[in-house]
């Protein structure tokens, strides 16, 4: 199918294919992107998903851990925040206070996909994908979902 044109141009021979043939090669080119890049957005959300359900059960196993070394203590101090961080700012370190390794944040402007960001002392975001962000509360020494109803379910 695939016929190489010789031109003979100035002199000299000029091998190249035919506009139709271009236009196919496009056309195919096009045809696979379309039905391959939904499905790369839905692995990279699938991915988001996953990280956000082992962010949440490392927080909230170290805000398990926390308690229970109060308890043990016998100080009965309450865990107030989970970090000293800065509040929506880029590359900050959160949860600091309940586990052992940081997480950095991103911001509300560069909502960076899969990341968590400081929306208060208390309030965290994580964008799930780039229309879909989840809000979290901490209250009463646990992590809360306050997003749609349907997410929070998704993420239990």
Do not use: H
Not at 1 to 6: E, S, T
Not at 12 to 24: Q, T
Not at 58 to 86: M, P
Not at 104 to 129: A, C, Q, R
């Amino acid at each position: 199918m695939l016929k190489i044109l010789q031109i003979n141009y100035q002199g000299f021979n000029i091998k190249a294919f035919s506009l139709l043939e271009i236009i196919i090669a496009i056309i195919l080119i096009v045809l696979i992107t379309s039905f391959a890049l939904p499905k790369y957005n839905a692995i990279i959300d699938s991915s988001n998903l996953s990280l956000l359900k082992s962010d949440l059960s490392l927080i909230q196993s170290g805000i398990e851990q926390k308690k229970t070394i109060n308890t043990l203590l016998s100080n009965g101090d309450k865990i107030e925040n989970l970090d000293y961080s800065a509040i929506d700012k880029i590359n900050e370190k959160l949860f600091t206070k309940v586990i052992e390794f940081s997480i950095t944040s991103t911001d509300t402007k560069e909502k960076k996909l899969g990341k968590w960001s400081k929306i208060s002392d208390n309030s965290y975001e994580f964008y799930l994908s780039s229309s879909k962000s989840i809000l979290f509360l901490y209250e009463n020494e646990k992590m809360l979902c306050k997003s749609e109803e349907d997410i929070c379910k998704e993420i239990r």
